[in-house]
């Protein structure tokens, strides 16, 4: 065992590991790799950033929008605020990750490479673990009237924290051991110092949370549909709808990448050709952190209405607010004060 953690400082176990599962290919400095290709990569890598910024702006919204917003303070939206910070988290861990591949990684000793990957495995985990925490909430306030009482705070962050401390541990196996830098032959090609066992064993788990989720939500589905309180079930049913298109966006996006790491665990090394398209099934598996704040906003007047504040602040400086002494506007329509800025409704 500690000769393996000796090997966490040696670089060249990560040009060992490239070379047996890559043929050398990932190498940008060999004579294989052509300027055209190298070009096309650093166009991928570069709007996959741009993508990135976009994620940690749109998420950085919800969570400014939640915190200022008192009607957003309920167990609910506090775990979609935790969603929405794994989104970010997620938004830069993809964003390190980029700028950290290609021939930056040769550079790379092997505990930089697992931090590198566990980070984007850690954020993934985190979403996958939210995503349940919100059925789990639904599913206890649809059945009890007062599911929290008076500790409800301290359960939310007892659960949250959960979700955290589960989703570092399992992105942490690798590091502590769960790995194939002892025994090359069982190296993951898309994640080399992956083992292909641990590899399976996430998709697996992920896949039976997510199948958990659904049997959740059609569960609510039901009770929701045998209520007899009118008002409260069409409420009840629009939030539903909400979680599940979050739901749905996530597999959309994700699946392609569940797909192609199922096939990296069965195939041989350097036999599967499909697996050299993976890069793209993982940028397609990003946008699922840009599409949620959009679901959020298209689905909620409220934070549809405090985005468009927030926005109006950061775009005129907060010098709306001030020099304003009439409350309508040119074309006599009403304005709205706001604490922060003034913006037309």
């Known amino acids: 065992m500690g000769s393996i953690y000796k090997d966490y400082f040696n670089t060249a176990k990560i040009r060992e590991h490239y070379n047996y599962t890559k043929g050398g290919s990932a190498d940008p400095s060999s004579p294989s790799s052509s300027s055209s290709s190298s070009l096309t990569q650093t166009f991928i890598s570069t709007l996959i950033i741009l993508v990135c910024c976009l994620i940690v702006l ?9 915190c200022r917003n008192p009607r957003f303070h309920s167990a609910m939206f506090i775990f979609i605020a935790n969603l929405a910070f794994s989104d970010l988290l997620a938004g830069l861990a993809f964003m390190a990750n980029i700028l ?5 990684t040769f550079h790379l ?9 566990g980070t984007a495995f850690a954020t993934l985990a985190a979403s996958v673990f939210s995503l349940l925490a919100i059925a789990i909430e639904r599913h206890v ?3 009890k009237p007062k599911p929290y009482g008076g500790s409800w705070g301290w359960r939310l962050v007892i659960l949250i924290g959960a979700c955290w401390l589960v989703a570092g541990a399992v992105a942490g196996l690798p590091i502590m051991g769960w790995n194939c830098i002892s025994d090359i032959r069982d190296c993951s090609v898309l994640l080399p110092l992956y083992s292909k066992n641990y590899i399976l064993f996430s998709v697996v788990m992920f896949s039976i949370i997510l199948l958990g989720i659904i049997g959740l939500y059609a569960r609510i589905y039901c009770i929701v549909r045998s209520s007899h309180a009118d008002t409260a079930a069409s409420q009840t049913l629009a939030l539903l709808q909400t979680l599940t298109m979050v739901l ?8 392609p990448a569940f797909i192609i790491l199922l096939l990296d665990a069965a195939c041989p090394v350097r036999s599967c050709r499909l697996l050299y398209g993976a890069n793209y099934c993982f940028a397609f598996a990003t946008l699922n952190s840009a599409a949620n704040p959009v679901i959020y906003t298209l689905r909620s007047k409220d934070m549809r209405r405090d985005m468009r504040r927030l926005l109006c602040c950061c775009c005129l400086g907060g010098n709306g607010a001030r020099g304003t002494h009439s409350i309508y506007g040119a074309r006599g329509r009403r304005v709205q004060r706001d604490p922060h800025c003034t913006t037309q409704l």
């Open 248 to 255: 749905g966006a996530f597999i959309v996006c994700w699946l």
């Open 100 to 104: 950290l591949s290609g021939s930056a």
């Open 58 to 66: 749109e998420n950085l919204l919800v969570l400014v929008s939640i």
């Open 109 to 117: 000793t092997p505990l930089q490479w697992f931090i590198r990957e």
């Open 141 to 143: 306030a649809i059945s």
